[in-house]
């Protein structure tokens, strides 16, 4: 009594669902670092500095405006981040570069830590204490610390958030007083904002 089924199969799933809001931000993050681990990230931040808009734009005097309410302010800041992404990674950079010119020392842990792990990472390394042999791992853990060490020493922590505080400073002061309505219109809106 066994009988012989056939079942059509073919077609395509599309499982992929339009995220609104926040969780569109944290998939966007997520596939970032997917990529940065992938050994993309040159090429991302390339491409991403290739969108960069005009400083005249930018800088423009007479755009920045104070919003008339929240729910405009809110809609402002989060069409600055999204049309100028790439003026405010240059911004970031440029503090960033700013702190290592400024700080010799950091400069040098930071040049010693990259030149460390081109070695670590160029072949076959053997790293022997005594009679026992480190591990791969073992070696990126031990280049790890000292890393850390060398840049806690170069005072890397204080310049870390000295860049991280400038840039969210300049950058949330300027997508927040600059007149997004005085941009070209996108066809995105954020959905989860709604227009007063």
Known sequence: MAENVNIDLSGEINATTEKKGLQ??????ELLLQHVRSGAAP????????????????????N???PASI??????????????Q????VVFLGLFAYCLITSPLLLIAMVASFFGYRKLTS????????????TKTQQYAVYA??????????????????VLGAT?????????????????????????IEQV
């Open 24 to 29: 569109k931000y944290v998939n966007e993050v």
């Open 43 to 62: 090429a991302l931040v390339l491409g991403l500095l290739s969108s960069r808009r005009p400083w005249t734009q930018f800088i423009a005097t007479e």
């Open 64 to 66: 920045f405006k104070t």
């Open 71 to 84: 729910p405009r302010l809110t809609r402002r800041f989060y069409r600055n981040i999204e049309y100028f």
């Open 86 to 89: 790439a003026n405010y990674l």
């Open 123 to 134: 072949g076959p390394n053997t790293w022997k204490i005594g009679n026992w042999e480190l």
């Open 145 to 162: 610390a000292a890393s850390m060490a060398l840049c806690w020493l170069a005072g890397a922590g204080a310049v870390l958030f000295w």
């Open 168 to 192: 969210v400073t300049v950058v949330a002061l300027h997508a927040s007083f600059f007149d997004a309505e005085t941009l070209p219109p996108t066809d995105e809106q954020f959905p989860m």
